[in-house]
């Protein structure tokens, strides 16, 4: 199938020929659904700290950044903000010259109340000699839409969403970058320094370098911290071959082979490589302007606080395994706590089994890394969400699991998405140090059988690309997980343009 040139391509991006054979395998044929238990809910495995156990969990993580630990804030940022604007292209496109649907009405409505309209103004004024006010007057609605968009104009259209302008204040006007360099400040800064990590696309990484060597002094004087940015690319490893429907490998016009991004479930190994005990995951966009920063900061507290709880019993359970002289009042114990606080199920035959066979597999279960998962009440936002699973050992545990994961056919799994009463929203705190200071390879702790297949395209010919497991569901399937509930005031996500007029996106408040 592959020829020497193939063999060669394949070689320099650091891919096995065994790992291209897989991938084509599952071009060809799918991957499996999962087995579901249930919708995770308060009633199952979701935690709802009282007031009271939140004060205590938001304490210990202010105890445990004392102790001097090492903490990331890992923002997945690649990727341009094109998706964001989809609206704003067809309109350009678009046969009549006016704003005729209502997202076309509510963006020129609420043009005021962007925190890129200075920027779109002068632009505005560079290219047309005119402001957006008067190109309103005049009709002239197309063009200001590619003031904002093109390359001439603010290119808003290639750009890394990081760096659009989201937030106008008194003084200033920031980008999701900025303001995740603000949380990181807020709720992860240890030792005096504050650590926060971006992943971000090759062609963006200079734009990214400079917006924070423009910043970064001053945020730090602000909040009397060292701010350590640093950035990685998606590895060329991670790309996935493209394929044809029945297997065989997609080439391009000039018979080599097609290789495409393999998803941010690729990131697992930017991850893995973090330098840290503790690390944030939060999208890029999911940020809001300082006067509605409180709910979000406590809220990153209270879940990094159960975290270094949970992970602390862990390790006392396992150094307790350790011991050698372990009692089978001591095993059951520790398998208690890993069927009432970590929710994974205890195989009903590990009751007879052997006193070695229920350490081994009380081993087996907590050694692994461990994550504590924000979810928020389902307001029917697209996404993943909350369930208890059934892993390839035929033990059921928490997962966070996409709609593509899920049989269509099977119609108690659709309802339990359909009625599932919560929603993940990217909101992470993750343990990946073992409980002998080693970091997890986190790649062993991947299923590589929850891939996603798409239809795209290529120089107009149909090809099917695949992508490896998502960061948060796939990638982390053999991970200790606990779903924690948190305030719906804390998931404030920018898929459109819109949502940026929405209140919780406005940095000034009307008077």
Same mark, same amino acid.
């Given at each position: 199938?592959?020829?020497?040139?193939?063999?060669?391509?394949?070689?320099?991006?650091?891919?096995?020929?065994?790992?291209?054979?897989?991938?084509?395998?599952?071009?060809? =044929?799918?991957?499996?659904?999962?087995?579901?238990?249930?919708?995770?809910?308060?009633? =199952?495995?979701?935690?709802?700290?009282?007031?009271?156990?939140?004060?205590?969990?938001?304490?210990?993580?202010?105890?445990?950044? $004392?102790?001097?630990?090492?903490?990331?804030?890992?923002?997945?940022?690649?990727?341009?903000?094109?998706?964001?604007?989809?609206?704003?292209?067809?309109f350009i496109s678009a046969d009549y010259d006016e704003p005729t649907t209502d997202f076309e009405r509510a963006f020129f409505d609420g043009i005021k109340h962007f925190a890129f309209r200075e920027a779109l103004c002068a632009k505005c004024r560079d290219? #047309?000699?005119?402001?957006?006010?008067?190109?309103?007057?005049?009709?002239?609605?197309?063009?200001?839409?590619?003031?904002?968009?093109?390359?001439?104009?603010?290119?808003?259209?290639?750009?890394?969403?990081?760096?659009?302008?989201?937030?106008?204040?008194?003084?200033?006007?920031?980008?999701?970058?900025?303001?995740?360099?603000? +949380?990181?400040?807020?709720?992860?800064?240890?030792?005096?320094? !504050?650590?926060?990590?971006?992943?971000?696309?090759?062609?963006?990484?200079?734009?990214?370098?400079?917006?924070?060597?423009?910043?970064?002094?001053?945020?730090?004087?602000?909040?009397?911290?060292?701010?350590?940015?640093?950035?990685?690319?998606?590895?060329?490893?991670?790309?996935?071959?493209?394929?044809?429907?029945?297997?065989?490998? &997609?080439?391009?016009?000039?018979?080599?082979?097609?290789?495409?991004?393999?998803?941010?479930?690729?990131?697992?190994?930017?991850?893995?490589?973090?330098?840290?005990?503790?690390?944030?995951?939060?999208?890029? $966009?999911?940020?809001?302007?300082?006067?509605?920063?409180?709910?979000?900061?406590?809220?990153?507290?209270?879940? !990094?606080?159960?975290?270094?709880?949970?992970?602390?019993?862990?390790? +006392?359970?396992?150094?307790?395994?350790?011991?050698?002289?372990?009692?089978?009042?001591?095993?059951?114990?520790?398998?208690?706590?890993?069927?009432?606080?970590?929710?994974?199920?205890?195989?009903?035959?590990?009751?007879?089994?052997?006193?070695?066979?229920?350490?081994? &597999?009380?081993?087996?279960?907590?050694?692994?890394?461990?994550?504590?998962?924000?979810?928020?009440?389902?307001?029917?936002?697209? *996404?993943? *969400?909350?369930?208890?699973? #059934?892993?390839?050992?035929?033990?059921?545990?928490?997962?966070?699991?996409?709609?593509?994961?899920?049989?269509? =056919?099977?119609?108690?799994?659709?309802?339990? &998405?359909?009625?599932?009463?919560?929603?993940?929203?990217?909101?992470?705190?993750?343990?990946?140090?073992?409980?002998?200071?080693?970091?997890?390879?986190?790649?062993? &702790?991947?299923?590589?059988?929850?891939?996603?297949?798409?239809?795209?395209?290529?120089?107009?010919? +149909?090809?099917?690309?695949?992508?490896?497991?998502?960061?948060?569901?796939?990638?982390?399937?053999?991970? =200790?997980?606990?779903?924690?509930?948190?305030?719906?005031?804390?998931?404030?996500?920018?898929?459109?343009?819109?949502?940026?007029?929405?209140?919780?996106?406005?940095?000034?408040?009307?008077?």
């Amino acid at each position: 199938m592959f020829t020497q040139h193939d063999i060669e391509q394949i070689g320099n991006r650091g891919i096995a020929i065994e790992e291209i054979n897989r991938q084509l395998e599952h071009i060809k =044929n799918g991957f499996p659904y999962l087995r579901l238990e249930a919708a995770a809910s308060v009633e =199952n495995c979701i935690m709802v700290p009282t007031d009271e156990e939140a004060r205590v969990y938001r304490n210990t993580w202010g105890d445990y950044l $004392d102790e001097g630990h090492r903490v990331v804030k890992f923002v997945p940022a690649s990727g341009a903000a094109s998706r964001m604007f989809k609206n704003l292209f067809s309109f350009i496109s678009a046969d009549y010259d006016e704003p005729t649907t209502d997202f076309e009405r509510a963006f020129f409505d609420g043009i005021k109340h962007f925190a890129f309209r200075e920027a779109l103004c002068a632009k505005c004024r560079d290219l #047309y000699g005119k402001r957006i006010m008067q190109l309103k007057q005049e009709g002239r609605y197309k063009d200001i839409v590619r003031a904002l968009l093109m390359p001439e104009g603010l290119n808003y259209g290639n750009l890394p969403k990081g760096l659009l302008q989201f937030h106008e204040y008194d003084n200033e006007v920031r980008t999701p970058m900025e303001e995740h360099l603000v +949380e990181a400040a807020l709720y992860a800064a240890s030792n005096g320094e !504050a650590n926060v990590h971006f992943t971000v696309s090759h062609d963006h990484m200079p734009l990214f370098r400079a917006k924070v060597e423009q910043v970064i002094k001053e945020y730090e004087s602000r909040y009397g911290i060292c701010i350590n940015a640093s950035f990685s690319e998606q590895k060329p490893s991670t790309d996935t071959i493209a394929g044809n429907a029945d297997g065989t490998p &997609f080439r391009q016009e000039d018979g080599t082979l097609l290789f495409r991004p393999g998803g941010h479930g690729s990131l697992i190994e930017n991850l893995g490589e973090m330098d840290a005990d503790v690390v944030f995951i939060k999208n890029i $966009d999911n940020v809001v302007p300082d006067r509605l920063k409180a709910p979000t900061v406590d809220s990153k507290k209270l879940l !990094a606080g159960i975290l270094v709880s949970i992970q602390q019993q862990a390790f +006392e359970c396992l150094e307790s395994l350790d011991e050698g002289n372990t009692t089978i009042e001591t095993v059951e114990n520790i398998l208690g706590f890993i069927a009432n606080v970590l929710h994974v199920s205890i195989p009903e035959g590990l009751s007879a089994a052997s006193l070695d066979e229920k350490i081994s &597999f009380a081993k087996r279960k907590l050694n692994r890394p461990m994550r504590v998962c924000g979810v928020v009440k389902n307001v029917g936002e697209p *996404g993943g *969400g909350p369930f208890l699973a #059934y892993g390839s050992d035929g033990t059921v545990q928490p997962q966070i699991l996409e709609s593509s994961q899920i049989d269509k =056919n099977n119609d108690d799994y659709v309802n339990m &998405f359909k009625n599932g009463t919560h929603f993940n929203p990217v909101d992470l705190v993750c343990a990946i140090r073992d409980y002998k200071g080693q970091r997890f390879n986190l790649s062993d &702790f991947v299923d590589e059988q929850t891939g996603f297949i798409s239809d795209k395209s290529a120089a107009g010919r +149909e090809l099917k690309a695949l992508e490896r497991p998502g960061l948060w569901n796939g990638a982390m399937s053999d991970w =200790n997980t606990v779903f924690v509930e948190v305030p719906l005031d804390t998931f404030n996500p920018v898929k459109t343009v819109n949502d940026l007029l929405r209140p919780q996106h406005q940095g000034k408040v009307e008077e």
